[in-house]
């Protein structure tokens, strides 16, 4: 067994090996205080023939006995992976999917096991670590190790790795991974932050992870396996063929601004050169790679050497854009966002408490009142394929948007309403996820949502030859699948609120983050310029056919009194006005109807029921019971008092019911609340105080 630990900021990171799992190529358990993470890392023997990408798969799991916890349901087991383990197995994926080499095609997959926590750390970062140790230790050839870490601020100053509660007050919450030399990575959201602030928070991160690369880098010293040599054979004379047969067709093709019609040209030039030069089955995979080859040549050099794309644009200009809200006649709110060959119809619905997500998370449960659901359809594309739920891809889109907008949402003391979004994707050509950002800010306000300002989003490239950088605004597809960056940037007039950087080459320097940032500064407030012209603000009240919350609060400690015995009194209201009524614990009271008449008539009753009699104040209220000294009246819902029969009238009285009977409305004025609570009233004084008033 090898065993390394430091202390990273407070907690004690560790990396063993050699205890568990010893069949894997490499297995590491991984840990940050009580977190512990087991990580393996298999290869498989062979190629898989006729691939011309690597097929790397990681699978992120929590089990729930980490947490001390049986899972829930009928099975009691742990079924398939929820939305957080297939983020965290994204998050973990991106940043190693670069540093293998070129040209192998063996499958490998990374396994991580949540084993334990302390419900107070992110798994997340420790299984980043643990995933490039498993894979640096093995006979697999990724020979740079990266690392992770989470970085949060409070109140001006940064943390590295902040706990859950730390979070709940950090106004950055970002996820930075890289090796020695450069940012590979970058997740997460921000409080509208400053540009400036964000490239601090990221380099301040890069700075911090260096300590455990250099604690794998000692790791891999005394537990490494020997690498398997990779070779990539290639046929120099055959990819001369190839680029001389189609260099001067594809050059041309890559000015076509259709995307279509430059896909369909493309195919149209690979087809005939495969027919030019006898292409068999035993140089397909070879000519695939050289196509391609000269494919991305022609688009880099054209941007490097021309700034031009392949659209015609320059290299800061942002397609044209078309907005639409109000497109559904019968939906909450909706808008339509057109971005050049990008388009996204974003639809808003409005929902009450009943309608919150309940997440029953290793560290907890929550419940989730805002939602964004990303759908990218094959027809998007001009493709088909088998629908079977939501993949990896659309998931982690939807929670770059979902966390993009979630920053500018009113507090639910304002909007007691759960919040749901579905974007759906109807045309892509890059930055869809962008796209859907800018959807959904303006769906938002067409549904009457007070969000703080306005948000929208851009992905910003990055074409690296040599000394020369050219960073591009607005990316198309072909120059997100051909470019050395993926950087998407997401904000408000005032700063940035979600941030994603995926690089393709190993690494970006500060100077090139810093430039990407103030590019995608530009770009961001002229789209929302483009939003702006259309609705500039929330609509002042919501769809006729949501429903209506109207909030009142009550004292805790009369909640019981609202709900009544077994109920009884709440499912009256509900009963009566067909409204839904949801209290919590605070005193909090919300009232919801699609008829806001219904709404305010429920809200009406239970103030009448938790307020609190006033003496001297004059009821109009009900008899409920007659004895023989005197009549009990209910003048507020379940508070009653006693009227003696001397308080009937001016003149005695020989009977009760000489002058009230059961059910009768009657006009009392309260006396006295006596030290036990009882109420006297007054039939008398109540009727000479208004009698003074008539006359």
Known sequence: MIKKEIDFFGKKLSLETGRLAKQADGAVLASLDDVVVLVTAVSSKLDRKGLD????????????????????????????????????????????????????????????????????????????????????IS?????????????????????????YEELEKSDINLIVAGTKEAVTMVEGGASEISEADMLEAVFYGHESLKKVIELQEEFRKEAGKEKVTVTIVDDHEFRDAVKAQVKDAINAACRIKAKLERQD????????AKTALEIDEEKESHFERYFGEVESECLRTMIVEESVRADGRGTKDIRQITCEIGVLPRTHGTAVFTRGETQSLSVVTLGTSDDEQIIDALEGESRRSFMLHYNFP???VNETSNRFGPGRREIGHGNLAERALKQVLPSSDKFPYTLRIVSEILESNG??????????????????VPIKAAVAGIAMGLIKEGEKVVILSDILGLEDHLGDMDFKVAGTKNGITAFQMDIKILGVTKDIVKTALEQAKAGRLHILGKMDEVLSKPRESISVYAPRILTININPSRIGELIGPGGKNIRSIIERTKAKIDVDDTGRVNVSSVDSQAAESAVNIIKGMMEDPEVGKIYLGKV?????FGAFVEILPGTEGLVHISQLENTRVKSVRDVLNEGDEVLVKLLEIDKDGKLRLSRKEALGETEKKVN
């Open 139 to 163: 006979n697999i050839p990724l020979t740079i190790p990266v690392a992770a870490v989470r970085v949060g601020r409070i109140d001006g100053k940064f943390i590295i790795n902040p706990t």
């Open 378 to 380: 094959p027809f998007s």
């Open 431 to 448: 930055s869809s996820s962008m796209a859907t950002v800018c959807s959904g800010s303006l769906s938002l306000m067409d549904a009457g």
């Open 53 to 136: 990408f690597l097929p790397f798969s990681v699978d992120y799991r929590e089990k729930t006995y980490a947490a001390g916890k049986i899972p829930g349901g009928f099975f009691k087991r742990e079924g398939r992976p929820n939305e957080k383990e297939i983020l965290t197995s994204r998050l973990i994926d991106r940043p190693l999917r670069p540093l293998f080499p070129d040209g192998y095609f063996k499958d490998v997959q990374v396994m991580v096991s949540v084993l334990c926590t302390d419900q107070k750390n992110d798994p997340d970062v420790i299984s980043v670590i643990g995933a490039s140790a498993a894979l640096l």
């Open 265 to 272: 040209a493309v195919e149209k030039i690979k087809a005939d």
């Open 624 to 628: 409920k019971k007659i004895m023989d």
